[in-house]
């Protein structure tokens, strides 16, 4: 059974910092693309970030415009986990963080439906 485990999220101060750690169990992902999305009540599920496998760039990196600067997401494929550096944390970056991962390789996307495998989710909660 493939399975995405989330963690480290919680609550922080506006200006400050977080590392979210995603680590996939049941295959590995190296040549997928993995990403996070967050999502808030009654919202649809938001791209934050992802990375993506290019022969010979390794991982590419995507991020949407309003975390640029902040974030870094990260893949380590030897121990198979993603990662998200938030720094410069703000009330609006509020939100449950889910990490995904495609099923095949060399998907450059930022829609959820394209994500085959998805985390159950951490929150994050930035205070003013």
């Known amino acids: 059974q493939v399975r995405l485990v989330e963690s480290g999220g919680g609550l922080v101060q506006a200006g400050g910092s977080l590392r979210l750690s995603c680590t996939p169990s049941g295959r590995t992902f190296s040549t997928s693309t993995m990403a996070w999305f967050r999502q808030t009540p009654g919202e649809k599920r938001e791209f934050v970030a992802s990375?993506?496998?290019?022969?010979?760039?390794?991982?590419?990196?995507d991020y949407t415009n309003s975390v640029k600067g902040r974030f870094t997401i990260s893949r380590d494929s030897a121990k198979n986990t993603l990662s998200l550096q938030m720094s410069s944390l703000k009330p609006e970056d509020k939100a449950v963080y889910y990490c995904?991962?495609?099923?095949?390789?060399?998907?450059?996307?930022?829609?959820?439906?394209?994500?085959?495998?998805w985390g159950q989710g951490t929150q994050v909660t930035v205070s003013s």
């Open positions: 995904a991962a495609s099923d095949g390789n060399d998907l450059a996307s930022t829609s959820a439906q394209d994500y085959a495998y």
């Open positions: 990375t993506r496998w290019i022969s010979g760039y390794r991982y590419y990196p």
